[in-house]
Nanobody, 124 residues
Framework: QVQLVESGGGLVQAGGSLRLSCAASGRTFSYYAMGWFRQAPGKEREFVATISRGGDSTYYADSVKGRFTIARDNVKNTVYLQMNTLKPEDTAVYYC?????????????????WGQGTQVTVSS
């Protein structure tokens, strides 16, 4: 099974960009559909984006569509979340997650591996 480690979070001004990375250990990364979720203070964790095992299919939450892009590199065992035109409401802890043999899902219960999270703070 893979272990997931996120990086790339930080403080950015509204309108700016960040790229999150999620590095997976092990040799079965390509077996996992991957997703990004986020949790803002006082709120439940919510879906952000997902990508299929081969990277040919993606799906986004309406709140980030057109601003965020999910991508993966199965050679580097890494999934990315490029975040552009950031807004203060994007402030949250961002988690990557993996679903073995999955096809990509917006539901947390479909994921069996989770990273520890990385903080993204967008100032106004």
């Amino acid at each position: 099974q893979v272990q997931l480690v996120e990086s790339g979070g930080g403080l950015v001004q509204a309108g700016g960009s960040l790229r999150l990375s999620c590095a997976a250990s092990g040799r079965t990364f390509s077996y996992y559909a991957m997703g990004w979720f986020r949790q803002a203070p006082g709120k439940e964790r919510e879906f952000v984006a997902t990508i299929s095992r081969g990277g040919d299919s993606t799906y986004y939450a309406d709140s980030v569509k057109g601003r965020f892009t999910i991508a993966r590199d199965n050679v580097k065992n890494t999934v990315y979340l490029q975040m552009n035109t950031l807004k203060p409401e994007d402030t949250a802890v961002y988690y990557c997650a993996g679903a073995m043999y999955g096809s990509g899902s917006r539901w947390e219960s479909d994921y069996d591996r989770w990273g520890q999270g990385t903080q993204v703070t967008v100032s106004s």
